[in-house]
């Protein structure tokens, strides 16, 4: 009985590691952070809590991964001089890609910060004492989704409106798509449990 305890026992712990780390890349500290910081900014100036919105996190995430590899200066992100905000040419398929288009996102607004190890103080200020600021505060937007990818964290303003709704027309199959994307995850650990023992 002993014998066969013990290496249960063992992949117990070790499946338990395992589903830890993988907890972690499932979901990211730091945009929740940001997300609980934003809201309470917004608290302070009597604005609405703005809610999660997946197409604008997805549309984060996309944008995240486009600025992964640029160096943070004092030109890129809430530095950004405006009018010189960086254009992406495959911004229809980012969009296309979150099951979105220009005409359900033009009135969102997209904020991109590099901050050197995405330090929680530092991200939000770049946020509220910057060009970004003016949007934080404004009552028209409603939504936000966060997208993090090395040292740049992006987040997405949605409005209640059609043009900046980040939601098509036909929401359903969306929806459907990102709520599998979490139960794909729950499995994969689920799974990856039971192999081990
Ligand atoms: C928010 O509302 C409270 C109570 O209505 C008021 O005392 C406070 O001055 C308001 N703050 C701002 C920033 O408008
Ligand atoms: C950015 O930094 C460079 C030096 O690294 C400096 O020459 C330039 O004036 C700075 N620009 C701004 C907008 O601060
Ligand atoms: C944003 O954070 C960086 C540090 O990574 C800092 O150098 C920069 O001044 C900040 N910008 C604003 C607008 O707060
Ligand atoms: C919102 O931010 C902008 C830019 O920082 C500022 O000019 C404006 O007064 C702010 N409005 C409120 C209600 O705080
Ligand atoms: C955007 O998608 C909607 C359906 O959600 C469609 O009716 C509309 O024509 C599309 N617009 C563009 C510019 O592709």
């Not at 994969?188 to 039971?194: A, D, I, K, S, T």
Request: proline share 5%.
């Amino acid at each position: 009985m002993a014998l066969v305890r013990f290496p249960l026992i063992f992949t117990l712990i070790l499946s338990s590691i395992l589903l830890s780390n993988h907890s972690v890349k499932c979901d990211h500290g730091e945009e929740d952070d940001l997300y609980q910081e934003i809201n309470n900014y917004r608290k302070t100036l009597n604005l609405t809590s703005l809610t999660k919105n997946e197409n604008a996190n997805c549309f984060a995430d996309e944008m995240a991964d486009q600025f992964k590899n640029q160096p943070c200066t004092n030109t890129t992100g809430a530095n950004t001089v405006p009018g010189t905000e960086p254009r992406f040419s495959n911004y229809p398929d980012l969009l296309n890609k979150c099951h979105l288009n220009i005409s359900n996102t033009r009135d969102g607004a997209v904020m991109p910060v590099c901050v050197p190890g995405l330090v929680s103080s530092v991200v939000l200020t770049n946020f509220t004492q910057s060009l970004y600021s003016g949007n934080l505060n404004d009552s028209k937007f409603t939504g936000i989704g966060i997208g993090s990818e090395d040292n740049w964290i992006v987040v997405v303003l949605t409005t209640n409106t059609p043009e900046g709704s980040f939601v098509p027309d036909t929401s359903n199959g969306a929806n459907l798509i990102s709520k599998f994307g979490l139960i794909y995850c729950s499995i994969f650990l689920l799974v990856g449990n039971f192999f081990l023992l």
